[in-house]
Antibody
């Protein structure tokens, strides 16, 4: 059974850093593109970042470019999102998702809440 | 960046009625890389349709997707109580974007 479990969210001050993890089971990360998507509670979905199956290419939304870094550890079958220079507008639930056929995210984690506030 | 517009913002219908949701793109979406998701309160999104018209595994056949280029439609044939939710479209060309969502609520 495919499962994605995020962790690492919490309260952080503006300017601070946080690393989110997404532990994958039931499949091998190195066979799929993986994504991070965020959602302010009560608002819509916003795509954040993507890493290709071989890890050779990463892409970011303009709003996080230069501050966030997506990576993975194939030995641990875990996806990461390193978030630096956090701002209040980064406050959201962060989901990891597996990229399936034709760019669809076919499995999603349950989300982890990041709150940026002093 | 391709911008997706969804209409209507809210659709108020009764169980058993047909729902028609629209997703319009600011530029043509190649290879029909257009996806639909359903999201219920407190839950992660669920994949419904990919490639504009292919139902994901386990999705009932009352859900159907159509369209090409810049205009796409999600149709729910007869609304079941569990279908009242928010629906998002998403595209991939050189980047990924989501539409703002359509809320289907009970009339």
């Amino acid at each position: 059974e495919v499962q994605l479990v995020e962790s690492g969210g919490g309260l952080v001050q503006p300017g601070g850093s946080l690393r989110l993890s997404c532990a994958a089971s039931g499949f091998t990360l190195s066979h799929y593109w993986m994504h991070w998507v965020r959602q302010v509670p009560g608002k819509g979905l916003v795509w954040v970042s993507r890493i290709t199956n071989d890890g050779s290419s990463t892409t970011y939304a303009d709003s996080v470019k230069g501050r966030f870094t997506i990576s993975r550890d194939t030995a641990k079958n875990t996806l990461y999102l390193q978030m630096n220079s956090l701002r209040a507008e980064d406050t959201a639930v962060y989901y990891c998702g597996r990229g399936g056929v034709t760019a669809a995210l076919d499995y999603w984690g349950q989300g982890t809440l990041v709150t940026v506030s002093s | 960046e391709i911008v997706l517009t969804q209409s209507p913002g809210t659709l108020s219908l009764s169980p058993g009625e047909r729902a028609t949701l629209s997703c319009r793109a600011s530029q043509s979406i190649s290879n029909n890389y257009l996806v639909w998701y359903q999201q219920k309160p407190g839950q992660a999104p669920r994949l419904l349709i990919y490639g504009a018209s292919t139902r994901a595994t386990g999705i009932p056949d009352r859900f159907s997707g159509s369209g090409s280029g810049t205009d796409f439609t999600l149709t729910i044939g007869r609304l079941e109580p569990e279908d009242f939710a928010v629906y998002y479209c998403q595209q991939y060309t050189t980047s990924f974007t989501f539409g703002p969502g359509t809320k289907v609520d009970i009339k």
